[in-house]
């Protein structure tokens, strides 16, 4: 019996190992298109400065595949990208946990890791120390914005194109982002193309300055947009314009702008109103109907 249950907890552990590798999906082929080759690796590890988990140096980008529990998924699907001022990836409480988050509720979630400016030992400790240096911050994330909103642009392609594989309709894939990640998410809004159009798009306390002469589509998709007005970083009327350029266009748009909640509050809780923006995210996509079975 001892050994039938040993087996039996090796195969799970080989099944879910299997699983896992199968579940990280390079979002190109090979080199991504318009960026030079890389010496230097990836790297993910805790940071004390942002007391979270971090990735940086992002030179191939990736789609990791969250998939909701068999029988409950509703054919919709989500790109979500996480913030870091373009210097790093805050791949937990802005990237795993939303998708935790949303595939209970049936939604199939591809956390991205899109392309990042070149850190060294602790990128988050040098977007402190750079953001104090606008102009000199700006130099340094300046290059790797358009290719960052080109990959959110790809990912949803690749969704979309991949739709039967994943188990979901190819017009009801969206994409979410925080902070530098809705910046991604709003690029994609406004610069996507027939067959990579989001069919919905939810830009979290996003900077949007880079992108406020570009027009609204004439089919822009409906969109979702969350922040707080004591955002540390400035950001709050970024959201504001960004809402009012949707209702300017007469398109479908909803805000959310908290008292408090700060920068970068994602998935952390701090027993105020901002813990509850993901449960309001979740009545705004049951209300246009993406948390229903088709």
Request: glycine fraction near 8%; aromatic fraction near 10%.
């Amino acid at each position: 019996m001892k050994n039938l249950i040993l087996r039996t907890l090796c195969l799970l552990l080989f099944a879910t190992t299997i699983a896992r590798s199968q579940d990280v999906i390079p979002l190109y082929p090979g080199m991504a298109p318009g960026f030079e080759p890389a010496n230097y690796p990836e790297k993910e590890y805790f940071s004390k400065a942002w007391n979270t988990e971090v990735v940086t140096n992002v030179t191939k980008p990736t789609l990791t595949v969250f998939k909701p529990a068999p029988g409950t998924a509703n054919g919709t699907a989500i790109v979500i990208a996480p913030g870091g001022g373009f210097m790093a990836l805050s791949i937990n409480t802005e990237g795993t946990d939303v998708a935790k988050y949303l595939t209970a509720k049936g939604v199939t979630a591809f956390v991205l890791k899109y392309r990042l400016a070149h850190t060294g030992e602790d990128a988050t400790q040098e977007f402190i120390n750079l953001f104090s240096d606008r102009q000199k911050f700006s130099e340094t994330i300046g290059k790797v914005i358009p290719l960052s909103i080109a990959d959110g642009l790809a990912a949803v392609a690749y969704v979309r194109a991949h739709a039967a594989d994943f188990g979901v309709a190819p017009d009801r894939v969206g994409i979410i982002g925080f902070s530098a990640g809705g910046t991604v998410a709003a690029g994609v809004a406004f610069r996507y193309a027939p067959e990579g159009k989001p069919a919905f798009v939810a830009p979290i306390y996003a900077a949007i300055r880079r992108l406020k002469d570009s027009p609204v589509p004439a089919d822009a998709p409906p969109m979702f947009i969350a922040a707080a007005t004591d955002d540390n970083l400035g950001l709050a009327p970024d959201s504001v314009a960004l809402y009012e350029k949707w209702l300017e266009a007469k398109k479908s748009v909803e805000l959310h702008m908290y008292a408090k909640g700060g920068h970068g509050f994602g998935m952390r809780k701090h027993d105020i109103p901002t813990d509850h923006w993901i449960d309001r995210f979740a009545d705004w996509l049951d209300l246009q109907d993406f948390l229903k079975k088709p």
